[in-house]
């Protein structure tokens, strides 16, 4: 059974940094597709970063410039660096992969404040 595990959020101030990191535990293969949604309170899901087993990554229009995606020499892990933070990158930050289905990891929140 496929498991993800997030880590690396917290409280950060505004400008600040922070690098989140998610690990799919309990597959044979490699994922297809890993990535990072977000949900602040009171909004819907929303796309942060993708990326595909080619390497080829989507970014969410909010985040472009500030977040990058990358997957980690480890097998079905997945990190989002986050740069320059805003207090409307709050959020509790999710971890997604794709193999024939989606995974979801529970959650890692990501408070930005001064």
């Known amino acids: 059974q496929v498991q993800l595990v997030e880590s690396g959020g917290g409280l950060v101030q505004p400008g600040g940094s922070l690098r989140l990191s998610c690990v799919a535990s309990?597959?044979?293969?490699?994922?297809?597709?890993m990535g990072w949604y977000r949900q602040a309170p009171g909004k819907q899901r929303e796309l942060v970063a993708l990326i595909i087993s080619g390497g080829s990554t989507t970014y969410g229009d909010s985040v472009k410039g500030r977040f990058t995606i990358s997957r980690g020499n480890a097998k079905n892990t997945v990190y989002l660096q986050m740069n320059s933070l805003k207090p409307d990158d709050t959020a509790v930050y999710y971890c997604?992969?794709?193999?024939?289905?989606?995974?979801w990891g529970q959650g890692t929140q990501v408070t930005v404040s001064s």
């Open positions: 309990g597959s044979a293969f490699n994922m297809d597709t």
């Open positions: 997604k992969a794709r193999l024939v289905r989606d995974f």
